[in-house]
């Protein structure tokens, strides 16, 4: 049996990928890395001049673009993103389902409204957008779907209720999905550490902060979004073809809280 030469299994030449929360961030970057990669490239997320400094970049990698300003918590807006890509590129094969977050707040000060609003924000609209993707995807003979979670997840800290109860859920409903979707779809989740970002940045101006975030980490630096952008190209190409239903941790190494909020106790 003849092998194919394994970088060109990372290869995406003439794919179409959707990247939500592409504005900024792990999504601008993995947006660019798709396009690098060979991909065209939908760039979503709420603000329009975002996504347009976003799609710019991916031309600049010689690669088409199109910017959607999309609210993912809208169910019309998650259905217009897909027409345009279809009526765009006439196909679809890879979803990065990036757009999430939501801000730490103790438990007893976490309102129901906030509470189900982040449920909204960081699983529901991953549940809508992808059975919206599925069958461009199935039309063409299959794809990849990659949701990024956080370590949240899968590590206590409080002030995380509702972030981490969201997270969770998205990982696992990775997992759940995975079977039903395979083999035409794979789906698989990244679990993501502190990365440096817009949403991260209020806490690493602070260098005491940022050096117990580099010293609670195994790896003794801050994550970059190209960290996780790599690991987004490897689940998007067919270089992981036998990989679905599996959460990947990119985190630097750790298996607790680089940092920990304080809180009252009760």
């Given at each position: ?60 990698r ?5 910017a ?44 129901e ?53 969201a ?44 050096r ?38 990119v ?11 304080p809180?009252e106790?009760?």
């Open positions: 049996m003849t092998q194919e030469p394994v970088l060109e299994r990372f290869r995406l030449d003439g794919a179409v990928a959707i990247v939500t929360g592409a504005g900024k961030g792990i999504g601008a970057g993995t947006a660019v890395a798709l396009a690098e990669a060979g991909a065209d490239v939908v760039c979503a997320a709420r603000t329009q001049s975002d996504i347009n400094a976003t799609a710019d970049a991916v031309r600049g010689g690669r088409r673009a199109l959607v300003a999309t609210d993912v918590t809208r169910t019309d807006d998650l259905e217009r993103l897909v027409r345009a890509t279809i009526d765009e590129f006439g196909r679809l094969d890879v979803l990065v389902n990036n757009a999430g977050g939501w801000l730490p707040r103790p438990l007893l000060e976490t309102s409204r906030a509470f189900e609003a982040a449920l909204r924000f960081n699983v529901t609209s991953v549940f809508l957008l992808t059975k919206l993707a599925v069958p461009e995807m199935v039309a063409n003979g299959g794809g990849s779907i990659v949701n990024i979670s956080s370590r949240s997840a899968s590590m206590v800290q409080p002030c995380f209720v509702a972030y981490a109860t997270k969770a859920a998205l990982s696992m409903m990775t997992r759940a999905m995975a079977p039903e979707l395979a083999p035409k779809v794979r789906v698989n989740a990244i679990e993501v550490g502190g990365v440096e970002t817009q949403g991260l940045a209020h806490v690493l101006t602070d260098d005491d902060v940022r117990q975030l580099e010293d609670n980490t195994p790896m003794q630096r801050v994550g970059r979004p190209d960290d996780i952008a790599a690991a987004v190209v490897y689940l998007a190409s067919p270089a992981s073809s036998w990989v679905t239903g599996k959460i990947f941790e985190d630097g190494g750790v298996e607790a809280p680089a940092f920990t909020i809180f106790r009760l």
